[in-house]
């Protein structure tokens, strides 16, 4: 992207958490290093648009997480829901016909292409039958979801170097699936294709969406700020 970034808005901090009292507190721990936050659907089957709401009217930015994958029209119908609540990024399916839908209907919302997600491997891939790599698929769905007008695509911070390589700066690239250093090789974790915040923002990424190590952390700014001295080391 051509425009800088805020360090303030490098991490989104993943509020994937059951209510919204729960969510506000990690927000108020939070809100002086970060004003970028993402709802999934956890909270939003929990509060619907309070917190998103709440987020917005606080001046923070928010990611909105619900990965709209339905029948065009529906698809259309919800983006247009989205568009006037104040969202910075809603996230959808990389199907054609739906992000053609979603596009049609966006305004100033910015629209990300889910690829593959962070926990899916290539042990999954074959299950399925396919027989490339997730890195190959990766870059098939997002250089189709940005011919066809997305701003950009949710990816592991693994595959965004050839992104970014491949399709250039206008590409928006947000990266979720990421850990501290200190834990990289955890093997109890439902992500596979994890990364530390600076590898990400090395690799390409724009964005990181960091959940658990911060929102678990017994002191979130003290996660958040190592994350961002290594965002810094890595674009200064």
């Not at 994958?69 to 990024?89: C, M, N, Y």
């Not at 629209?111 to 042990?123: C, I, K, R, W």
């Not at 490339?132 to 250089?143: E, I, P």
């Not at 928006?172 to 596979?192: E, H, K, S």
Request: with cysteine; hydrophobic share 45%.
């Amino acid at each position: 992207m051509s425009e800088k970034i805020p360090l303030q808005e490098r991490i989104i901090v993943a509020l994937d958490v059951n209510s919204p009292e729960e969510a506000k507190a990690i927000v108020k721990k939070c809100e002086s290093r970060c004003t970028f936050y993402k709802v999934g659907l956890q909270l939003f089957m929990g509060s619907w648009f309070e917190t998103v709401d709440w987020l917005v009217d606080r001046g923070h930015k928010v990611m909105l997480d619900l990965k709209f994958f339905d029948i065009p029209e529906t698809v259309k119908l919800a983006v247009q829901q989205v568009g006037d609540r104040g969202v910075s990024f809603a996230t959808i399916h990389g199907n054609d016909p739906i992000i053609r839908a979603a596009v049609s209907a966006r305004g100033d919302l910015r629209l990300l292409a889910v690829t593959v997600l962070t926990s899916f491997g290539e042990e999954d891939m074959r299950a399925m039958g396919m027989t490339g790599s997730v890195a190959d698929l990766v870059y098939f769905r997002a250089k189709r979801a940005l011919e066809l007008g997305c701003d950009g695509v949710v990816s592991s911070g693994l595959e965004a170097e050839k992104l970014r390589q491949g399709l250039g700066e206008k590409l928006l690239i947000v990266t979720p699936g990421i850990r501290p250093g200190a834990n990289i090789m955890d093997g109890d974790d439902d992500q596979q294709r994890i990364v530390t915040a600076g590898l990400a923002l090395k690799n390409g990424a724009n964005h990181v969406v960091v959940g658990r190590p911060i929102t678990r952390a017994a002191d979130p700014v003290a996660v958040i700020e190592e994350m961002q001295r290594e965002i810094l080391s890595a674009c200064p």
